[in-house]
């Protein structure tokens, strides 16, 4: 318990300030003694206190949090993928194109399709992987756990899946920006955010 004008400690149960006398109010003065614990004088934030800071993630925190998610993604897309190309003969398709053959018209759509397909699969692995694990009890993919970082809503409080998403989504803006200032921005913004942090309304805080 605080006086409320010179901020001293009180007393439980008195009736006036030992440091300036200044009445102590009845609602102050009926707290038990036992309120006076120190559990309860523990959860007290006087006014004249500074307010309790987020230590926020900087750009290269994040960045060794982004390399090691990406090499746990690629290992799980490629003991996916790789078997796949070559159980569908495209391996073959590829030697057959250092010859002097021309080829297939009908392979090469298909070799296309593949791409196209690989990439879609890496864009939705990746999407899961993300959007997941910020939004489980973690709140942090694989490498911000490692990193002891977590994310957030401007809050403070864990996200949900479709938030998570969105910010996972978010990068592609951030991609899109020459020079990669999108994800720098997290390295010179008050709140360490990049752009699609900013998009989507969240922090990426230190735990």
């Known amino acids: 318990m605080f006086c409320s004008k010179c901020g001293s400690n009180l007393t ?51 960045f060794v949090a982004h390399i090691i998610d990406g090499l746990i993604i690629g290992a799980a897309s490629g003991a996916i993928l790789v078997p796949m190309f070559f159980l569908t003969g495209l391996g073959g398709f590829l030697s057959a194109l250092g010859h002097d053959r021309q080829p297939d018209p009908a392979v090469i759509a298909s070799f296309v399709s593949w791409m196209a397909l690989m990439v879609l699969v890496s864009l939705l692995g990746s999407w899961l992987y993300y959007a997941y694990f910020e939004s489980s009890d973690w709140q942090a993919s694989v490498g911000k756990k490692v990193m ?8 403070g409080n864990r996200v949900t899946f479709g938030r998570a998403s969105g910010r996972f989504f978010a990068k592609i803006i951030s991609g899109l920006i020459p020079l990669g200032i999108g994800y720098i921005l997290a390295g010179v913004t008050e709140k360490k955010q990049a752009l699609h942090d900013m998009i989507a309304s969240c922090l990426v805080l230190r735990s």
């Open 148 to 155: 002891n970082l977590i994310v957030t809503d401007m809050d």
């Open 12 to 62: 439980p149960g008195t009736a006036f300030c030992q440091v300036c006398g200044t009445a102590v109010s009845p609602a102050a003065a009926a707290i038990p003694a036992a309120a006076g614990s120190a559990a309860t004088v523990g959860a007290v934030s006087p006014h004249w206190l500074p307010p309790v800071t987020r230590a926020y993630a900087g750009f290269w925190l994040r």
